[in-house]
């Protein structure tokens, strides 16, 4: 079907079409992983993506529906909550996210699958703060994170993904059925 409704309207829309249109490629800047509840995250330079899995090495492996095997926060939402919060800059640890990205607008990837690296990942809603954002980031850290606080994906197909690895959306010609 040539018009199939995209993002609650009719494809040959305007607004879809602006939608669905390009993105430059952004990078992949920071890789954390979470060895246990509440244990400091540690920082690598590469890991494997598994489908259904998530993150090898991270507490979240295979857990609950999938929904959330992969966290990522865009570099540049960094930088809005430390300014939120009066800092020079915020340590992306303390978001406990597992990637983070620059220079892509990880909203733009709302129901559509992206590579990063040798990984393939899809959508799978944004990522809220909890309660622990005031632990980690002081007063006022939970409101310093809302709307700000990244995606959650899984993990489609797996591969290897490296600090400095491109992350792209995949063009919508070539989306599989999810």
Request: proline share 7%; charged share 20%.
């Amino acid at each position: 079907m040539k018009d199939q409704p995209r993002h609650g309207f009719p494809a040959s829309s305007p607004l879809a079409r602006l939608l669905d249109g390009p993105m430059a490629p952004g990078r992949l800047t920071w890789i954390g992983l979470r060895p246990a509840r509440r244990a400091a995250m540690i920082a690598v330079g590469e890991a494997m993506l598994a489908p259904g899995q998530g993150l090898e090495g991270d507490r979240w492996r295979g857990a609950a529906d999938g929904a959330r095997q992969v966290t990522l926060v865009a570099q540049e939402h960094l930088a809005a909550i430390a300014s939120f919060l009066g800092r020079p800059e915020v340590e992306p640890s303390r978001l406990r996210r597992n990637l983070v990205v620059a220079g892509f607008n990880l909203f733009a990837l709302k129901g559509r699958r992206f590579r990063i690296g040798g990984a393939l990942l899809e959508w799978t809603g944004e990522c809220h703060p909890c309660s622990r954002m005031e632990e980690e980031l002081g007063a006022g850290g939970y409101n310093a994170v809302r709307h700000h606080g990244g995606i959650t994906a899984r993990v489609v197909a797996a591969g290897v993904i490296r600090v400095g690895d491109s992350v792209e959306r995949v063009p919508l010609d070539q989306q599989a059925p999810g």
